[in-house]
């Protein structure tokens, strides 16, 4: 057997007094080798990742337990010159990852400064050639530019080649695609097991998506409450799980739901017609920027009691045509039916009735809750516009919706008491009290753990079949969309590119943009088989 | 709740200071402006507990008086800041464009000006009194409130609870009140208590160049003041009127951090 490149020991990372976020775990990764850290929110996979490059957060600290990286152990003073060189890291959030003061030349360089002999112009040609292999499309005014010039995929790819400049013999990535679109997703990831394969480079990959874990890592270690409950080949581990838990994050992926009911042909409840949105370019000194076209004259209807997912990447135009259709945005061009009725330009009170009708949930929970209102009050509170209701009767609803979410319970907390799962399940709540006949479904579950996801994703569904109300399901993800419509729609640049029954779109996607998204979605169906 | 220390000490403090104000209202041991001239200067003893002034005065019932009166000037002008900023500040965030742009053009012409000249010019044309401070210094103070208000609701008005809240069919006046600014509340509550220290100052400064609450009528701010020739002579002039202000200024402090803590329902 290979001398193990990294080999931990019973790591303990803990706070004071008792909180143990690492709980005597053990692992080693051989040379080259592709492990997966698998786990939830809280299961103390970033905190053992953290542990290995010593970057614990300030508060966390290990407690006991050795950690070895090519035979010899690693202690504050032998990790510093291995960091870069030895251990590289790439971090979840792209946004926030590269320091928006220096040109992105100047930050790849630091690293080659400090741990090679390269100098100068020799430094700008190794940043140019790694560039060019993260697939940046012009390099030498990519060394001149700023992190805020990127899109969050290019941002990564970026982060991406500056660690790998340095050819470490160990790459971390913490959930390095979870704040991109499933094509992006696959996109960096392939090109980032591409290049360690290259470079012989070991990886630790750091997910809660056991999707991605089937489709690049050898081996995984599922984590649960600060332990290593499970272990295997990747495959094997996803194929037949032994642990209860495990299995659970197995079923927690998303799986093609039922086929949907025929419905006999009805009037469109709401209805875009040659839509469109432009938005204002950014202004400069002298002069305004060009307008984005975001959304570029599109039709789109959706019929009582009907589930339609609209699907696209980062920029799509796909959150500003709901946005469109629901009067959240000004449209700058077509028209926006309601019940037949053109309610484009309508205004003030006359907009009540499209109110009380349509709703939306959003995509952050912790964003799209009043922190100073307590959960019965966040509920209630969309019942005040309904007339001709009294105290009573509003506090019956409520509770009964309250109830409806499986949260009775929670009327007098705030929202910060409440995890993400619930605080969507509140979100959902508030959509629903008013019994709409049509909710907006913003990327309803992508900020939560794969669990809560589909709990998030039954409630809703169930809640639809028991209300009947009509659903536009807006997503990245056509594996969760899957789930929960019955038509899909899917947008590219703001035009729509394709559109069809769920089915017929899975099963026989046209266009080339489509088959491109069904690619990139972890789909288990696919994975294991 | 745990017991607050901060709570406890700050009100205790305030308390103090208010019950100081009130006792003066309908007694002094002595007459505040009743001139002695053959007890001037007396140092700290029985009767005159905190000694006398250059013109023979109770030190003790003059820093009553001037509790009462500075207590006054102090709260009614940080009130007329924050209603004035307060205003200005959601208006201009919220509804952004011209509004937002002619709000803060005038803003930042008061905010360029230093407020106590501002306070200054204004009160030189309008004649020092009571009153006359409370408006000057809170025309002053305002513009920073506007600000500090403006900037939460920028921040507040793209978050998704405000899009949720027209969403529902809120009237644009109805979000602004119910969800956007009580989340202003945090960042106000510690401006509204340094404030009422800073204006305690300014009319103390005010007092010193002879443009705060017309003599005779005692202000810890003009008590002060003339105390500044005796600092070496009559020290208990200079310290006991010091001490008050900075008391009420630990006391507002501490209470103003507790209340922060209290209103904020994540703590």
Request: aromatic letters at 6%; glycine letters at 10%.
């Amino acid at each position: 057997m290979i001398a193990p490149l990294l080999a931990v020991s019973d790591l303990r990372v803990g706070a004071k007094p008792d909180i143990r976020a690492v709980d005597g775990v053990s692992f080693s990764m051989a040379p080259g080798e592709i492990l997966a850290l698998v786990g939830e929110s809280g299961s103390g996979k970033t905190a053992t990742a953290r542990a290995v490059i010593g970057l614990l957060p300030p508060g966390l600290a290990v407690t006991g337990g050795r950690i070895a990286f090519a035979g010899a152990p690693l202690t504050p003073a032998t990790l510093r010159p291995l960091r870069g060189p030895g251990i590289g890291m790439v971090f979840q959030e792209p946004m926030t990852s590269l320091n928006p003061a220096l040109p992105i030349g100047v930050q790849m360089a630091e690293g080659l400064a400090l741990h090679t002999r390269l100098r100068g112009a020799e430094i700008a040609a190794a940043c140019r050639a790694m560039l060019d292999r993260v697939g940046i499309a012009d390099p030498t005014a990519c060394l001149r530019a700023f992190p805020h010039e990127f899109s969050g995929g290019m941002r990564q790819r970026i982060m991406l080649a500056s660690v790998m400049l340095l050819r470490p013999r160990l790459l971390i990535a913490d959930e390095p695609t979870t704040a991109l679109d499933t094509l992006t997703q696959a996109e960096v990831l392939d090109l980032m097991v591409g290049l360690t394969r290259e470079q012989g480079s070991a990886v630790l990959l750091i997910t809660h998506n056991l999707g991605l874990v089937a489709r690049y890592a050898d081996r995984a270690l599922v984590m649960r409450r600060g332990r290593v409950i499970e272990e295997g080949a990747a495959r094997a581990l996803l194929a037949a799980p032994r642990e209860p838990y495990t299995r659970a994050l197995v079923d927690a992926l998303p799986r093609r739901g039922p086929p949907a009911i025929p419905r006999p042909p009805s009037e469109p409840l709401l209805r875009a017609e040659a839509l469109a949105v432009d938005f204002a370019g950014r202004r400069r000194f002298f002069a305004r920027g060009r307008a984005v076209q975001a959304v570029r004259g599109v039709d789109l209807a959706v019929h009582a009691g009907e589930s339609v997912a609209l699907v696209g990447g980062s920029g799509s135009g796909k959150t500003t045509l709901g946005r469109a259709m629901l009067r959240l945005v000004p449209a700058s061009g077509g028209r926006v039916l309601f019940r037949g009725q053109d309610i484009t330009a309508v205004r003030g009170a006359a907009l009540l009735p499209f109110r009380l009708a349509c709703q939306i949930v959003f995509q952050d929970p912790y964003s799209s809750l009043d922190p100073r209102m307590r959960i019965a009050e966040i509920v209630d509170e969309p019942l005040r516009l309904v007339p001709g209701l009294g105290a009573a009767e509003r506090a019956r609803r409520t509770d009964a919706m309250l109830d409806a979410v499986g949260l009775a319970e929670f009327g007098r907390r705030h929202p910060h008491e409440l995890s993400g799962g619930q605080r969507q399940r509140v979100a959902i709540a508030r959509a629903l009290v008013r019994e709409p006949a049509f909710v907006m479904a913003d990327e309803p579950v992508s900020a939560l753990d794969m669990t809560i996801q589909k709990q998030i994703l039954t409630l809703l569904r169930d809640l639809q079949r028991a209300r009947g109300f009509a659903c536009l399901f807006i997503s990245h993800d056509l594996a969760a969309v899957g789930e929960i419509a019955d038509r899909v729609v899917v947008m590219q640049e703001g035009r729509i590119v394709e559109e069809g029954s769920r089915d017929a779109v899975f099963d026989a996607p046209r266009h080339a943009y489509t088959r491109a998204l069904l690619d990139a979605a972890p789909r288990l169906e696919a994975l294991v088989a | 709740m745990t017991l607050r220390l901060n709570l406890v000490l700050g009100g205790l403090l305030l308390a103090a200071v208010a019950g100081t104000a009130a006792t003066a209202s309908v007694w002094t041991p002595f007459n505040p402006v009743a001139v002695n001239l053959r007890r001037r200067l007396a140092a700290p003893t029985d009767p005159y507990w905190l000694g006398t002034d250059e013109f023979g005065r109770d030190v003790l019932s003059r820093l009553m008086v001037g509790a009462s009166t500075g207590l006054t000037v102090a709260l009614v002008t940080v009130l007329v800041a924050m209603a004035l900023g307060i205003t200005i500040g959601l208006l201009a965030g919220f509804f952004r464009g011209w509004t937002d742009r002619a709000l803060m053009a005038l803003n930042d012409a008061l905010l360029a000006f230093p407020g106590i000249l501002f306070a200054l010019g204004l009160l030189t044309v309008i004649g020092p009194s009571k009153w006359g401070i409370v408006l000057a210094l809170g025309l002053a103070y305002a513009p920073a409130v506007a600000r500090v208000v403006r900037g939460s609701v920028l921040s507040l008005r793209e978050r998704e609870f405000v899009e949720a809240s027209r969403a529902l069919g809120n009237s644009e006046a109805y979000t602004l009140w119910r969800h956007v600014a009580p989340n202003c509340v945090s960042p106000l509550t510690v401006l509204a208590t340094s404030m009422f220290g800073w204006v305690i100052l300014s009319e103390s400064a005010l007092s010193f160049l002879g443009l705060g609450v017309p003599p005779p009528a005692p202000t810890w701010g003009n008590m002060l003041a003339a105390a500044r020739p005796y600092l070496e002579t009559a020290t208990w002039l200079s310290i006991a009127p010091g001490v008050m202000i900075a008391l009420s200024l630990l006391g507002t402090n501490l209470l103003g951090d507790a209340l922060r803590d209290i209103l904020d329902p994540r703590t």
